[in-house]
């Protein structure tokens, strides 16, 4: 074949491979689902990072409420969530997608619910590599109900993490920055800046991911990275709570509770901006959430469901933004079901959200026009809140055709007040 028609063949499959790779981009939960887990089987953890082989947990409700058949799929992606080009042999043992066979209907609840869970591993779905990877349940549609990120590791190597406060004088009451080293005496890495990637999470919230860094310094088998601003974070302020373990019963958070037509309306106190109040140290579990219910003997089936009404009193300028309720609750997502709206005749920003009795966590966040997401338009920010910092070391080997996760890295904030 003469070079004049390899070479437009060649760019053509090129082309052709790059305009249908596809990107993962976080779609909104379906409305009747609600309140979904994904943890590995270990206490006091909340996010699914964890050891390639761990068993990761998944639950969900279906406020429909009447035994839909769920199936759920597991797909690859490499470090930038583009979808790897592996096929489902090479990262999994079985299938990729399966029913999921484990439901029960809700008991002694006024808001009816069927409670879905899974494991993974399980006998049908093993999966062999570390990475990126995206899990999607579906309906006998064919449509997609919600998709959740989570990220598997090989500890090949040893990752330090330091939270200080911000390394540029300008921010340094209001931001923390985070310093690391990957330490890698077993691996050999030929060429950092190309085989190496990172990324950064803030309370295991991939809404605000940070990437793209470099090593700065190479030193003993070690890669140092010590930026002054671009591994910092706004630090925020810590997050608002309520616990309605009690669904009938008000709390130092909630001033009231009412029976509606169906079931209960939660009414919280009017929360009050705080980015001209001093720093007050407020113990969190940075946004997530956990289920309880003391009234009945389980909490999966026999904690109801209740209306919480949400109220905000703000003086700043805040004409162009959009205000929005935000936590684990829903996975960080911004969307109506967490929107805020703003009552001119209270003078406060509402919004009413159905969630699952239990501790939640909770803060107020604003996006602009552009996209841009602030959580200190509202709240503050100060250097002394209490945050969870997680690094993700991502390899790619010359000639690998995927990024694996050789370490992970968690830093606390606190440390630095010890």
Do not use: C
């Not at 591993?121 to 998709?147: A, E, H, M, R, W």
């Amino acid at each position: 074949m003469s070079s004049k028609i390899l070479l437009p063949l060649l760019f053509f499959v090129f082309f052709l491979q790059f305009s249908f790779a596809q990107v993962y981009q976080q779609e909104n939960d379906a409305e009747h689902i609600k309140t979904v887990i994904f943890r590995p089987a270990i206490a006091n953890t909340y996010t699914p990072i964890a050891k390639l082989g761990t068993s990761l947990v998944i639950s969900f409700d279906d406020t429909e409420a009447d035994e839909k058949d769920y199936y759920y799929k597991i797909e690859h992606y490499n470090y930038d969530w583009l979808k790897s080009d592996l096929l489902t042999s090479e990262f999994i043992n079985g299938y990729e997608e399966d029913r999921i066979r484990d439901y029960e209907n809700s008991f002694n609840t006024l808001q009816y619910y069927t409670h879905y869970n899974f494991t993974i591993p399980n006998k049908v779905t093993q999966i062999k590599l570390s990475g990126n990877y995206v899990l999607s349940v579906f309906d006998d549609d064919d449509t997609v109900v919600f998709t959740r990120r989570f990220v598997l590791y090989e500890p090949k190597v040893d990752v330090g993490v330091q939270v200080m406060r911000s390394h540029d004088i300008t921010t340094i009451q209001e931001k923390q920055s985070v310093d690391f080293v990957i330490h890698h005496p077993n691996l050999h890495i030929n060429n950092p800046k190309e085989e190496i990637r990172i990324t950064l999470l803030q309370n295991e919230n991939w809404q605000t991911a940070l990437g793209g860094f470099v090593p700065m310094y190479f030193k003993n088998n070690q890669l140092i990275y010590k930026y002054n601003k671009e591994t910092s974070y706004w630090a925020g302020n810590e997050f608002w709570n309520f616990e309605n373990k009690a669904i009938r019963n008000s709390t130092v958070a909630i001033a009231n509770v009412e029976l509606g037509d169906e079931i209960y309306h939660t009414y919280l106190y009017t929360n009050q901006e705080r980015i001209d109040k001093a720093y007050t140290y407020f113990p969190d579990v940075n946004g997530n959430f956990v289920v309880r219910n003391i009234d009945g003997k389980g909490t999966e089936l026999e904690a109801d469901y209740t209306w919480v009404h949400f109220y905000l009193e703000s003086l700043e300028d805040l004409e162009g933004k959009e205000v929005y309720v935000s936590g684990a609750f829903n996975n960080w997502q911004l969307n109506e079901g967490n929107l805020m709206s703003y009552n001119e005749d209270a003078q406060l920003y509402e919004a009413k959200i159905l969630l699952k009795q239990g501790f939640v966590n909770y803060q107020f966040l604003t996006k602009d026009a552009s996209g841009a997401i602030s959580n200190h338009d509202i709240d503050g920010s100060h250097y002394q809140t209490e945050n969870q910092y997680t690094v993700l070391v991502y390899y790619r080997k010359f000639g690998s055709r995927y990024d694996s996760v050789i370490g992970v890295g968690n830093g606390n904030s606190e440390v630095m007040f010890r």
